[in-house]
């Protein structure tokens, strides 16, 4: 079963402008994650957020976190048409035998010239 | 430093077959997941392996199995295929519970 959901389900802009994705969670996590997938390949990990995190940076990616919504949000500034993939959050449950990441629904982002 | 590599990288399989899928951690990794991705259902955990044991497995039939070698590197062994069994299988491994996991490029497994 999925932890949680994103939303949108997909997402189609021009290039240059900013993405915004977010994910809802149901229960309490250790930390969450993006992934990216790009059509049928594996998964690349972008960014982790611990619980104790409210928001992070790395190059043109956001990420929030709000524990109190079980929420979290990625934005991808600029976007380019590489950045054209799924996204996907995951959540962390450290609780011995269900550390394991739980994945979302995913977004599907395309981005046009 | 090589990355989580998976094999093969396409299988087809008859219904009611076998299918061995194999995976290679990073190297000092000692956990090994694996996940599927079936058209539709999204990433589903399929089974957590850490130091040779199997410490967790996701809601699926005893048809799915698999193994940690002494080395790390695990198989995910699926019997009596059924053609909805047809999917990509996805390896992760990961250093810590606070690093991200690196994936491997999947196995797509065709039942026919």
């Known amino acids: 079963s999925q932890q949680g959901e994103e939303d949108p389900q997909a997402l189609s802009i021009q290039e240059g402008e900013n993405a915004t994705m977010n994910c809802s969670y149901k229960?309490?996590?250790?930390?969450l994650q993006w992934y990216r997938q790009n059509s049928g390949r594996g998964l690349v990990h972008l960014i982790l957020i611990r619980s104790n995190e409210r928001e992070k940076h790395s190059g043109r990616l956001r990420v929030t976190l709000d524990t109190s919504k079980k929420s979290s949000s990625l934005l991808i500034t600029a976007s380019r048409a590489a950045d054209t993939a799924s996204y996907f959050c995951a959540t962390v449950i450290n609780t011995g035998t269900a550390s394991k990441l739980t994945f979302g629904t995913g977004t599907r982002l395309q981005v046009t010239l | 430093e090589a990355g989580v590599t998976q094999s093969p990288t396409h299988l087809i399989k008859t219904r009611g077959q076998q299918a061995t899928l194999r995976c290679s951690p990073i190297?000092?990794?000692?956990?090994v997941y694996w996940y599927q991705q079936a058209l539709g259902l999204g990433l589903q955990f399929l089974l957590w392996?850490?130091?040779?044991?199997?410490?967790n497995r996701g809601n699926f039939p005893p048809r799915f199995s698999g193994r940690q070698f002494p080395n790390y590197s695990s198989e995910l062994n699926v019997n009596a295929l059924e053609l909805e069994d047809s999917a990509l299988y996805l390896c992760?491994?990961?250093?810590?519970?606070?690093?991200?996991?690196?994936f491997g490029s999947g196995t797509r497994l065709t039942v026919v």
């Open positions: 392996y850490d130091e040779g044991e199997e410490r």
């Open positions: 229960t309490s996590i250790n930390n």
């Open positions: 190297s000092g990794h000692t956990s």
């Open positions: 992760a491994s990961r250093a810590s519970i606070n690093y991200g996991y690196t």
